[in-house]
C-alpha cells in the first residue's frame, strides 16, 4: 500500500463528511458515510484483523439513524465509531480498553504518535513521501497561509480589501471548510492510528481468573480470614432477610391488586427500581470486598460462599418483580421512553447479576467484572437504542390501549404524525380541537420532509414520497 493512500482517503472522507453533514440534520448521510468508512477500513486493514463484532454494532446503528434518527440512536451511533476506531488499533482486546484508545485516537491520535515517535525515535529513517504527498502537503498549507494573511492584509487595507471582494468566493463557506479540516483529522487518525501498547500492556497485566497462593496461609492470615468470613455471613445474612421480607409484602401487595391507578402504579415501579439499584450496588461492593482476593481460597467460606448465592437469587427476584411491575404499568397505562428505559436498565442489571455469579462461582477478578460488563453495556445500548422507538410507541399505545394518551404522543418526534391521523380518521368521537392540533402536526411533519435534502432523507422520506 502505498504510504499516501491513507491521506487520500482521509481528504475524500473529510469532503465527504463535510458535504454530509454542513448544516444537515442526520439520515442517510449517516449510513452513506459509515459505509464508506467500512470500506476503508476493510481495504488498509493491516496485521491486525478488524472486530467483526464492533464493525456489525457500527453500521446497524447507522442503519438505525437512517429508519428513524434519535438523540440516544446518534449518540449510540457516535459510542460505536469511537469503539471501532479503538478496536481497529488494538484488534482483539477488552472492550473498555478498545473505547479508551479509541477516545483517545479520534481527536489526538496525530498527535499521540508523533509524540510517541519524539519519545522512542525509529533507527530506521522515514521514507520521503512521494510527489502525490508533496503536492497536496504544499497545496494544503498554501491554501491556509493564503487564506489566514489575505484576511489579515484585507482589514489592514481598504484597497487590498476591495481587489479581493472582487473575486467571487461565494461558492466557499468557511464552516464548511473547518468541518471538512476536522473530517480530514477524524479520518486520517482513524486510519493511522497511534501503537497503543502501553494501553495494551496494562489491561494485560490484569487477568480474568484470580490465581491461588502459592503458599499456605500464615496464623495470622488465617484470623484475618475467619474474621472477614464470620462478617460477611452476619452481613449477608441479615440483608438476604430484609431483602425477602421486601419480597414476600411486595408479591402480597401485588397480589392484592392495590396498584390498579396509574399513579399507584407509577409509584410501585419507581420504588422498584430503587430498590434494585440500592440493592445490586450494594450486592456488588459487598461481595467484591469480601470475595477480592484470599477468601476465595479459605476452605471454611462455604456458608458464605451460598449465602451469597442466595442473595444474588433473591436480587433476581427483585428483578422480575420489578419487571411485572413495569409490565403491568405498560398494559394500563402505555408505553413511553422511561418505561423502556426501565427495561433496559433491568436488562443490565440482570447482566450485572449474571456476571456477579460467574465471578464467585469461578472465582473472576474485578477486571472480569469490568470487561464483561463493558461488552454487554454496549451491546445493550446499540442493540435498543437504535431501533425506531417513535413509532414502535406510538403504534403499540394506539392499538392496545383503551385510552392512550394524545398529549404525550404528540410530545415525541413528529414521526408519528402520519399515525395519528390516522387514528383521528379511525375515532370521529375526539374532539375536533384535538383532530385539528393532530392535521397541524402532520402538516408540519409533511412540509418538513420536503425541506429535507437528499443527504438527510429517512425511511420515512420513502414511505411518505
Known amino acids: 500500500m502505498n504510504k499516501t493512500t491513507p491521506y487520500i482517503l482521509a481528504l475524500i472522507g473529510g469532503f465527504l463528511f463535510s458535504s454530509l453533514f454542513y448544516e444537515k440534520e442526520p439520515g442517510l448521510n449517516v449510513l452513506l458515510l459509515a459505509l464508506y468508512t467500512t470500506a476503508t477500513l476493510v481495504w488498509l486493514k493491516g496485521e491486525r484483523p478488524l472486530p467483526v463484532f464492533l464493525l456489525s454494532a457500527y453500521l446497524y446503528s447507522a442503519l438505525g439513524c437512517f429508519i428513524q434518527p434519535s438523540p440516544p440512536a446518534v449518540l449510540v451511533h457516535v459510542l460505536s465509531l469511537v469503539v471501532l476506531a479503538g478496536g481497529s488499533a488494538t484488534g482483539r482486546a477488552s472492550l473498555y480498553t478498545q473505547g479508551l484508545t479509541g477516545a483517545l485516537n479520534l481527536p489526538l491520535g496525530m498527535l499521540l504518535g508523533q509524540a510517541e515517535g519524539f519519545r522512542n525515535p525509529s533507527d530506521t529513517p522515514a521514507k520521503p513521501a512521494g510527489p502525490i504527498g508533496r503536492i497536496f502537503g504544499g497545496i494544503l498549507i498554501s491554501f491556509v497561509l493564503l487564506w489566514v494573511f489575505g484576511g489579515l492584509y484585507a482589514e489592514a487595507n481598504p484597497v487590498f480589501e476591495d481587489l479581493l471582494g472582487r473575486i467571487d468566493l461565494s461558492f466557499l ?155 403491568l404499568y405498560i398494559y394500563h397505562s402505555g408505553l413511553t421512553f422511561k418505561r423502556l428505559g426501565v427495561f433496559v436498565f433491568l436488562a443490565l442489571v440482570g447482566v450485572g447479576l449474571a456476571t456477579t455469579f460467574f465471578k464467585l462461582r469461578d472465582t473472576r477478578s474485578l477486571f472480569y467484572l469490568l470487561r464483561k460488563n463493558a461488552l454487554s453495556l454496549f451491546a445493550i445500548l446499540v442493540g435498543v437504542w437504535t431501533l425506531p422507538w417513535t413509532s414502535w410507541i406510538t403504534t403499540y399505545n394506539l392499538s392496545y390501549v383503551s385510552s392512550p394518551d394524545l398529549e404525550y404522543l404528540q410530545e415525541l418526534p413528529l414521526q408519528n404524525a402520519p399515525r395519528l391521523l390516522r387514528y383521528a380518521a379511525e375515532n370521529p368521537h375526539l374532539p375536533e380541537p384535538v383532530k385539528q392540533e393532530l392535521q397541524e402536526r402532520n402538516q408540519k411533519f409533511q412540509a418538513e420532509m420536503q425541506e429535507r435534502t437528499w443527504q438527510e432523507w429517512t425511511l420515512d422520506n420513502l414511505q411518505n414520497p
Open 173 to 327: 463557506s468557511l464552516g464548511w471548510f473547518w468541518l471538512t479540516v476536522v473530517g480530514f483529522l477524524l479520518y486520517l487518525n482513524l486510519l493511522r492510528p497511534f501503537d497503543p501498547q502501553r494501553i495494551l500492556q496494562a489491561d494485560a497485566h490484569f487477568p480474568d481468573t484470580l490465581r491461588s497462593p502459592a503458599q499456605p496461609f500464615t496464623p495470622q492470615q488465617e484470623d484475618a480470614l475467619e474474621r472477614e468470613n464470620l462478617w460477611g455471613r452476619m452481613a449477608l445474612g441479615s440483608l438476604s432477610v430484609l431483602l425477602l421480607l421486601y419480597l414476600v409484602l411486595d408479591y402480597i401487595y401485588l397480589a392484592q391488586g392495590s396498584v390498579g391507578t396509574p399513579a399507584l402504579q407509577s409509584q410501585a415501579v419507581h420504588q422498584g427500581v430503587y430498590a434494585l439499584i440500592f440493592s445490586l450496588f450494594l450486592a456488588m461492593g459487598v461481595l467484591l470486598v469480601f470475595f477480592r482476593g484470599r477468601l476465595n481460597f479459605y476452605t471454611k467460606a462455604g456458608p458464605l460462599r451460598r449465602l451469597a448465592y442466595l442473595w444474588l437469587g433473591l436480587n433476581t427476584l427483585l428483578l422480575m418483580n420489578t419487571a411485572i411491575k413495569n409490565a
